[in-house]
């Protein structure tokens, strides 16, 4: 266990510093660092849930901080494929340039969701649909979100312990007001996981903003780490490492 800490550790030292490297080159691109706690359910314990923290910041290295948020939720397992689960979370954007300033943006959401995967060897699809409510500086939305995942094993059929991956997506998202088409968001990143419990992601993730009069995008590099609960007695299967956000 120490020893798998320790591996994970010294690779996000390496990736956080790989990253400086580019913001000195090019200050536009950001970073997100995720860390997830999942406990994921199967036929024997349907219930499950998960936890997460994310980080952002306008430049590379974890540069100019700008974001946080912090979100949980509960999950239950129709069968393998199809999972159901109640969300909430709370979102806080700042100023870079003036972050004793506080957050300019708060944020607390509640969401519904279900993920149906595909399992066509070797290739993984995740369907993810979601229906967001949300309070934006006292101001109420709606959101509908829904992301295509694929995920193609390197040098293993499943993806299980020991397993490099890629993991690509597209997700979109639509809400109630105008402009009804609010936002995509693209990546593809390289993926190990070292063991049933760790999971380390390391990639690219390009978020585009819609509005009324304009649009604006932004490159990130994204660091994922994954830590995985499982439980006593639980059916051994293939667990996709989606990233929850």
């Known amino acids: 266990m120490l020893k798998n800490i320790i591996k994970v550790t010294l690779l996000f030292v390496v990736l956080t510093i790989c990253s400086s ?8 691109t950001g970073t997100w660092g995720i860390a997830t706690v999942l406990m994921p359910g199967d036929s024997v314990h349907r219930w499950g849930g998960y936890t997460e923290l994310q980080i952002r910041s306008n430049g590379a290295g974890f540069s100019q901080f700008q974001y946080y948020e912090y979100k ?6 129709l069968d393998k494929n199809f999972t159901a689960l109640l969300g909430s979370g709370t979102y806080h954007t700042y100023d870079y340039f003036n972050v004793d300033a506080g957050p300019n943006t708060n944020e607390f959401r509640v969401w519904e969701q279900m993920t149906v995967n595909q399992f066509l060897t070797p290739l993984k699809f995740e369907h993810r649909y979601r229906v967001e409510q949300r309070w934006v500086n006292g101001d109420y939305r709606n959101r509908f ?3 295509l995942n694929m995920f193609i094993p390197l040098n293993n059929t499943k993806i299980v312990a020991k397993t490099w991956f890629l993991s690509i997506f597209d997700e979109v998202f639509f809400n109630n007001k105008a402009p009804n088409f609010e936002r995509n968001r693209i990546s593809a990143a390289l993926g190990y996981q ?7 992601q390391a ?6 903003n819609y509005t009324a009069s304009a649009s604006s995008a932004k490159n990130n590099m994204l660091l994922m780490l994954m830590y995985r609960i499982n439980r006593k007695n639980s059916v051994e299967r293939e667990h996709l490492p989606t990233t929850s956000d």
Request: glycine share 6%.
């Open 72 to 77: 949980a939720g509960v999950s239950y397992d």
């Open 145 to 147: 979100r829904y992301r």
């Open 203 to 208: 990639g690219w993730i390009n978020q585009r």
């Open 21 to 28: 490297k580019v913001n000195a080159q090019d200050s536009k």
């Open 194 to 200: 070292i063991d049933k419990k760790w999971i380390v």
